[in-house]
């Protein structure tokens, strides 16, 4: 069984498209997150929920909007695309006290913007 | 802020050789450490982390890490390197961002090639 699973691995679309990415989790953790690695590889932290409450917003367009509709699900939207946006985006989820155990990211979404 | 520091972009070991990588943190309190792989087009694997106790940690693959706080370093450790161990390595720093929630700070990376 997967631990944190995304759907789709890959995503091609064209500018100005609205997409989503989903993802599970089937830890029994409660706190889930989105992170972005840039064509450069570098990797930055983009939302986290708590028990379906929006704790991290870093700095990232109004574009993008996370939906958290239960504690094993986060799922990732994103309208009006932009050929910047293409990256590779990864979920990831751990337990919520006493430090960043079990700490998990899913395989990530490669996301080509044309 | 915290911040992750990888101070080598790229590393050239032959097979067989023994390897370093280095990492540096900035941060506040205790920190959580971590270092994941990435090999080409695949997701993150986490190695090795350290919470606290020993300063040694041991992870997979035969890799090993110390922290050594008057260093703010958490160096990663292999005495013999495989080929398929080329790959992308992360370097992290967890911290409390609130409501149990923990933010990971990644280093910028450093790329493994191994010399058959």
């Known amino acids: 069984d997967t631990a944190v699973s995304q759907t789709p691995k890959y995503l091609v679309t064209q500018m100005g498209n609205d997409k989503s990415i989903k993802c599970e989790q089937n830890?029994?953790?409660?706190?889930m997150y989105w992170y972005k690695q840039d064509s450069k590889k570098f990797l930055k932290i983009m939302f986290s929920y708590n028990n379906k409450e929006l704790i991290i917003n870093e700095t990232v367009p109004n574009r993008f909007s996370p939906k958290s509709p239960d504690k094993a699900h986060l799922n990732l939207h994103i309208n009006s695309l932009e050929l910047g946006d293409s990256a590779v985006y990864f979920c990831?989820?751990?337990?919520?006290?006493?430090?960043?155990?079990?700490?998990?990211f899913g395989s990530g979404t490669r996301l080509t913007v044309v | 802020a915290q911040s992750v520091t990888q101070p080598d972009i790229h590393i050239t070991v032959s097979e067989g050789a023994s390897l370093e990588l280095r990492c540096n943190y900035s941060?506040?309190?205790?920190?959580?450490l971590f270092w994941y792989v990435q090999s080409p087009g695949q997701g993150l694997q986490l190695l090795l982390k350290?919470?606290?106790?020993?300063?040694l940690v041991q992870g997979i693959k035969g890799f090993e890490a110390e922290f050594k706080r008057s260093q703010s370093s958490f160096n990663l450790r292999k005495p013999s390197v495989h080929w398929s161990d080329a790959a992308e390595y992360f370097c992290a720093v967890g911290s409390y961002s609130g409501a149990g929630s923990y933010q990971l700070t990644f280093g910028k990376g450093t790329k493994l090639s191994v010399i058959p």
């Open positions: 941060y506040g309190a205790t920190p959580y």
């Open positions: 990831a989820s751990s337990h919520s006290s006493g430090g960043p155990y079990g700490y998990t």
């Open positions: 830890l029994g953790h409660d706190t």
């Open positions: 350290y919470f606290s106790g020993d300063t």
